[in-house]
Nanobody, 115 residues
């Protein structure tokens, strides 16, 4: 059984930065893909960024140049560095980790960008 624990959300002013973390617990985990999604009130959950085991990254266009996804394979942890935050980035952010045959989701962490 794999459990994901997220941290790092909070309230930040426009233009500010936050760093989200998501750590997986469990033994013999073969995580092939890690990523982040977000869901704003009234909206569907949307994909934000992903990173492969080899370190290849992809981003949704709205965060390119502002967000950076990274991972520590030894710690089974994925990070999302968010800079130049905008009010439209306000959402609950969820991490996801894919192992062969199954995806695991974090509990979500609230990010609020407001002055």
């Amino acid at each position: 059984q794999v459990q994901l624990v997220e941290s790092g959300g909070g309230l930040v002013q426009p233009g500010g930065s936050l760093r989200l973390s998501c750590a997986a617990s469990g033994s013999n985990i073969s995580i092939v893909l890690m990523g982040w999604y977000r869901q704003a009130p009234g909206n569907q959950r949307e994909w934000v960024a992903s990173i492969t085991i080899g370190g290849s990254t992809k981003y949704v266009d709205t965060v390119k140049g502002r967000f950076t996804i990274s991972r520590d394979n030894a710690k089974n942890t994925v990070y999302l560095q968010m800079n130049s935050l905008k009010p439209e980035d306000t959402a609950v952010y969820y991490c996801v980790m894919a192992v062969p045959g199954q995806n695991y989701w974090g509990q979500g962490t609230q990010v609020t960008v407001s002055s």
